[in-house]
């Protein structure tokens, strides 16, 4: 988590902070092959150093970014969750729930989905 402690530290919330410490580090122990790194000052997961999946928070929601394939993937799912998003983002209200099970397929998808790229975003 020690990578992510200047960008936590900036999140003035307490709640906020905490869910998304608790966001990042379900990640880190469910995800432990993935690399944690901060890139335009938001936390991100790599591997093999090619983009998985990244957040940003605002004063409303956490913004979660699967790339748009993700999203394209998971739209009905992610509607059905109850979070609205973008062609890019998620957006997760902070007085919601996090859908776990949903961020780990999105996760687990980019992960196979990616398992051949050799760039940092999508082509």
């Known amino acids: 988590m020690e990578v992510f402690e200047e960008f936590l530290s ?3 919330h307490p709640d906020h902070r905490e869910r998304m410490e608790e966001v990042l580090g379900w990640i880190m122990n469910k995800f432990p092959t993935l ?3 901060i890139k335009w000052n938001q936390p991100m997961f790599t591997d093999h150093d090619t983009y998985i999946i990244g957040f940003s928070v605002a004063k409303q929601h956490i ?3 699967p790339e748009q394939a993700g999203i394209n993937r998971f739209s009905e799912e992610i509607e059905q969750a109850g ?4 062609k890019e983002l998620v957006r997760i209200k ?3 729930e996090v859908d776990y099970s949903l961020l780990e397929k999105m996760i687990e998808f980019n992960i ?3 398992a051949d790229c050799e760039t940092f ?3």
């Open 63 to 65: 913004a979660v970014a």
């Open 83 to 86: 979070y609205d998003h973008t």
């Open 10 to 12: 900036r999140i003035d």
């Open 35 to 37: 690399t944690p790194v």
């Open 94 to 96: 902070w007085k919601n």
């Open 112 to 114: 196979m989905d990616k």
């Open 121 to 123: 975003w999508r082509k």
